[in-house]
């Protein structure tokens, strides 16, 4: 009878050589027992192995890929090095990283477990290591239900067989040791689910990736960059940013400007040009949309599949360690829009990533969010919560940005948040309120306002959810700062008015000061306000021509002059005339025009007069840094009041929203003397009409409006003017 040629191997090894093993250094690697030592490698891609120490062959398993060699215990060196031949006959010199014990501490382990490590990128991914005096690279990952999990990539041919990685156990974390490989291996974890699924995955906790439609992750060296914005630092830290001026300029990196043929810029001439136009127009800080790696142009960024990489598509992490340094070092702040509420379903990436629900619910009424068709992370998973809170801190401390803007808060706050009844599931106590959200939110806030004093961190929330901006001791959630979506929103309808019925919608003016003061607010006309066909800044004014920019003018002097922080997407700062276009540059022609360069002198004069003078910047989050003046004269479409500094110093702010002159308008006054015109939004300079107050206006003894003195004055058509006393 003849006999096979496939042998006959132990359950073990044949668990091996099919890529089924949960824990291969129990069978691979050197195992010393009565003095002996033996020697057990599995290489599908070597022909021939041996000891380059002693060139002594460890003989081949015949008809397997598998190697073993016993040896007495003294003749074996540790690490030992082996000489092996391909089927190309290329010979290379490797160490078998199945000799190498655990690497990772167990104290980091068990913080992660427990929630409570905070810069767990720095164990977790892919990072340049020593074992034993040997360099190579450690790969670690969490995903506790797997079973097993294979470090691929181009130095193994991508063979899932080659590099299975050590379960640590009940924590989850699988960790290998992989030496003689080095920067710029393109890699991904194979995982082998519980029911036998087999995925590719990018590293959740890559540090770069492929150029899109490419996902690999990519091993980088620890960063060489030389910060030298120390002073920058010092003065964030030292400083109550509340009190300072804060004008956002929001930026889309990938369509702010491109090259001669459409293709993106680079971080570093990013950096040099976006320098030059804020320095001209004034902005205090940007913010990013999203850069955190993601595979879709469309989506802007906001549905991230790298929480811990800069996007490839404009350079390198250095290329943007270089971009925040340089800004910082013209003093210009950088915030990072952020999305911890949901992910996309990207089989490369988190989802079900271990082919379990790891980081999002199971039960698609907690997991899934119908309206953007993502994920929903699972804010009660100490794991999860942990990976978050790391990734924020990465770009906090890494790549040293002055804050995150937090991306869709509303969705996490309320479990019915865009659901039909009986779409969703309540809390513990029967109600809508997500608690986990609401925990991490505040263990969020909480950590990175310690670990790095002077950043910000700012709430896009839609809803009334009480006290966003509040600390988190006095039950608040603990953010620097929230979006004021309902000024934005009351501001823009009454804007769109034809000037003939605003008198019948002056509440959407008046209504804001309300609560005006009951978070720190930002202003946004954001990038979310010129897309979807709702039409650019400038579209939305109602008029011929003329009067366009007239009332773009207006609700800019109105907006700089209210309380509260300023945001304002790229392209409005000279009336972008077409919606914005993730694809396409922006129309920077449009600027050698003189309306659209009317409009970017008094961006222009609007921030430096806006970073100059206290009484616009200083008390924005209290009641003593506003007082009305007139709230009422809805008849005539006019608003009046005063912004005030805490030495009691003051600006008249008049507000005319028709485009009729008014003359002998008269307002009162505390303080008897002479007022000067420091700001006319109809000024020639800008494009306007030129009517005003040129000469000082002196008050008169006449009492108006429940003060002691009043002046009188001319207001220009669809215009606004700032006074100040002499």
């Given at each position: 009878m003849k006999k096979s040629s496939t042998p006959i191997l132990s359950e073990p090894l044949q668990r091996i050589?099919?890529?089924?093993?949960?824990?291969?250094?129990?069978?691979?690697?050197?195992?010393a027992s009565r003095g002996k030592c033996l020697i057990r490698?599995?290489?599908?891609?070597?022909?021939h192995v041996a000891l380059s120490a002693d060139q002594q062959e460890i003989p081949r398993i015949e008809g397997t890929d598998f190697f073993e060699l016993e040896l007495p215990e003294d003749e074996v060196t540790h690490p030992y090095t082996l000489e092996w031949q391909d089927k190309f006959g290329t010979t290379h010199l490797s160490h078998d990283p199945y000799s190498f014990g655990t690497q990772l501490p167990e104290f980091d382990i068990h913080l992660f477990s427990e929630g409570k490590h905070r810069h767990a990128y720095r164990f977790f991914g892919a990072h340049s290591h020593q074992a034993d005096d040997i360099a190579g690279i450690l790969f670690a990952v969490w995903a506790p239900n797997a079973a097993r999990i294979s470090v691929v990539g181009d130095f193994n041919q991508w063979d899932g067989r080659t590099h299975p990685m050590r379960s640590r156990g009940g924590s989850g974390v699988w960790e290998i040791f992989i030496p003689d490989i080095g920067i710029g291996s393109c890699y991904k974890f194979e995982i082998?689910?519980?029911?036998?699924?087999?995925?590719?995955?990018?590293?959740?906790?890559?540090?770069?990736?492929?150029?899109?439609?490419?996902?690999?992750?990519?091993?980088?060296?620890?960063?060489?960059?030389?910060?030298?914005?120390?002073?920058?630092?010092?003065?964030?830290?030292?400083?109550?940013?509340?009190?300072e001026p804060m004008s956002v300029y929001e930026v889309h990196l990938g369509s702010w400007r491109q090259d001669a043929d459409g293709n993106f810029l680079n971080y570093r001439e990013l950096a040099h040009q976006l320098c030059e136009h804020l320095k001209r127009t004034g902005f205090t800080h940007i913010e990013l949309l999203p850069i955190t790696e993601h595979p879709l142009d469309g989506s802007w960024g906001y549905q991230t599949t790298g929480y811990f990489a800069p996007t490839s598509r404009f350079g390198t992490p250095d290329d943007f360690r270089y971009f925040v340094d340089y800004l910082h070092q013209n003093h210009i702040g950088i915030l990072l829009d952020w999305v911890p509420a949901h992910f996309p379903r990207d089989r490369h990436a988190l989802a079900r990533f271990d082919g379990t629900a790891l980081y999002e619910h199971d039960d698609p009424r907690r997991g899934e969010h119908r309206d953007w068709g993502t994920l929903i992370f699972n804010f009660g998973r100490n794991e999860v919560r942990n990976f978050l809170i790391s990734s924020a801190i990465y770009w906090l401390e890494e790549f040293h940005l002055d804050g995150l803007r937090v991306d869709a808060v509303a969705s996490m706050l309320y479990l019915d948040y865009s659901r039909e009844p009986g779409d969703w599931l309540p809390n513990q106590y029967g109600g809508r309120e997500n608690l986990e959200a609401v925990d991490f939110l505040r263990e969020l806030n909480s950590v990175t306002h310690d670990l790095h004093p002077g950043t910000l961190m700012i709430a896009e929330e839609s809803t009334a959810w009480p006290q966003v901006s509040r600390p988190t001791w006095l039950g608040g959630l603990g953010f620097?700062?929230?979006?004021?979506?309902?000024?934005?929103?009351?501001?823009?309808?009454?804007?769109?008015q034809d000037p003939v019925y605003r008198h019948y919608h002056h509440d959407l003016l008046t209504f804001g000061?309300?609560?005006?003061f009951t978070e720190n607010f930002v202003l946004p006309f954001s990038h979310d306000e010129v897309v979807h066909g709702k039409g650019s800044m400038i579209d939305k004014m109602p008029g011929d021509g003329w009067q366009k920019f007239a009332n773009l003018r207006l609700l800019y002097t109105y907006m700089f002059s209210y309380p509260g922080k300023k945001l304002l997407f790229m392209g409005n700062e000279f009336a972008q005339g077409r919606e914005w276009n993730e694809s396409e540059a922006l129309d920077w022609y449009l600027q050698d025009q003189p309306y659209h360069s009317g409009i970017s002198t008094l961006l222009s004069d609007l921030n430096s007069l806006y970073k100059q003078l206290k009484p616009l910047h200083q008390v924005d989050f209290e009641f003593g840094g506003f007082e009305w003046i007139d709230c009422h004269d809805s008849s005539q479409s006019i608003l009046s009041y005063l912004r005030k500094d805490r030495e009691g110093r003051e600006v008249l702010v008049i507000l005319n929203f028709t485009p009729v002159p008014r003359e002998n308008y008269r307002i009162g006054v505390s303080h008897p003397g002479s007022y000067r015109e420091i700001f006319n939004s109809d000024s020639e300079y800008y494009g306007g009409s030129n009517m005003g107050n040129g000469a000082p206006i002196p008050t008169e003894p006449e009492p108006w409006m429940g003060r002691n003195h009043s002046i009188n004055l001319t207001l220009p058509p669809l215009g606004a003017i700032l006074l100040e006393r002499e």
């Open positions: 050589a099919d890529a089924k093993h949960h824990d291969p250094f129990e069978v691979l690697g050197c195992h490698l599995f290489m599908p891609q070597a022909e082998l689910s519980a029911d036998g699924d087999i995925s590719l995955r990018t590293d959740p906790y890559g540090n770069h990736f492929q150029v899109r439609p490419e996902n690999a992750s990519i091993v980088v060296q620890d960063s060489d960059h030389i910060w030298n914005d120390h002073d920058w630092m010092s003065h964030r830290s030292d400083t109550d940013w509340q009190q620097s700062m929230k979006w004021n979506m309902g000024w934005m929103h009351d501001t823009l309808s009454y804007m769109s000061l309300l609560y005006a």
